[in-house]
């Protein structure tokens, strides 16, 4: 569907059916128009219904870096959430995107990313004893070993995993497909996964080929896999705000320390423009910055 008649749609219903003021409604078409511009400034520009979680969350903390006051933040957030709600009523979207849109934090610049030894605090804390256990412990991994949106991990199918040559491939936004590396340990996790527990399901006709199930033997939900990462990172004693998301930036931030081609993560990531990929040098640069200033013998001196 098109921006305008979007747009014009939702002025609609703002002041029809929820009984907005004029300034109300005014002020939330501005925040909208930002977002239609963020869109349209992609190639190709992005229609309403193309744009996902990862675009909405990078379009609010992008404003809110511009220097948007508190209210501002959550009146934009407020009108993204509502736009796209509306969209779903009218069955314009099979999924509301912003079900678990993020308003950005005061003062917060970048994507927070976990250190591999969070990540292994996590895996620790699922206990093994609990059904399905192994199948979290392939979740964590899987997400992390290849840097998935929630969505492109819940839609995983089994005849797109190619393990022993170690990669698979992902379908993602715009049903792109692209190839994925896996690493050893994911592979493992997944193997495990299918052999002690996804065997003994009762697969769903519609899930059979799907590689993350429920006890039901369906497709796991986005909102699901955020709830079990939310929960792992409280047991694991992490205070970050974490969600699914993060362990997609984890992946970007440690390849690109590791010295990675931007090209290459860009191509990992499945994202359409280069400019999307670019906050991890940023984060890159933060991070060289804060080594410098803990280790470098000048650095101390200017402290001390």
């Not at 065997?199 to 769903?204: F, N, Y």
Request: charged share 25%; hydrophobic share 40%.
């Amino acid at each position: 569907m098109a921006w305008k008649q979007a747009l014009t749609d939702f002025r609609v219903h703002l002041r029809l059916e929820r009984g907005l003021s004029e300034r109300t409604v005014a002020a939330y078409l501005r925040d909208l128009t930002k977002l239609r511009n963020f869109a349209e400034g992609h190639t190709p520009p992005l229609l309403p219904e193309a744009l996902q979680l990862e675009d909405l969350q990078a379009f609010v903390t992008d404003q809110a870096k511009r220097g948007l006051k508190p209210t501002s933040q959550a009146r934009l957030t407020s009108a993204v959430r509502g736009f796209y709600k509306q969209l779903r009523m009218e069955r314009r979207l099979d999924q509301d995107p912003t079900e678990l849109l993020e308003s950005p934090r005061t003062g917060s610049h970048l994507p927070d990313f976990l250190h591999l030894e969070e990540i292994d605090a996590m895996i620790a804390a699922i206990d093994l004893s609990r059904p399905l256990a192994h199948r979290d412990q392939a979740i964590l991994e899987t997400l992390y070993s290849c840097g998935l949106r929630v969505s492109e991990l819940c839609g995983l199918r089994i005849s797109r995993l190619h393990l022993g040559e170690g990669f698979i491939r992902v379908v993602g936004k715009g049903d792109k497909e692209r190839l994925v590396p896996i690493g050893p340990q994911a592979i493992g996790r997944i193997e495990v996964w299918r052999s002690h527990e996804r065997l003994h399901l009762p697969v769903q006709p519609d899930a059979e080929d799907i590689l993350f199930l429920n006890a039901r033997g369906a497709a796991l939900s986005r909102v699901w896999v955020f709830k079990l990462v939310k929960d792992l990172a409280a047991k694991a004693g992490i205070r970050k705000s974490i969600s699914p998301h993060t362990f997609r930036h984890s992946f970007a931030t440690h390849l690109v320390e590791g010295g990675a081609d931007l090209r290459a993560v860009q191509e990992m990531l499945g994202h359409a423009s280069i400019t999307t990929t670019e906050i991890y040098t940023h984060l890159d640069r933060e991070y060289l910055r804060s080594n410098i200033m803990r280790f470098h013998p000048r650095a101390k001196a200017g402290r001390g």
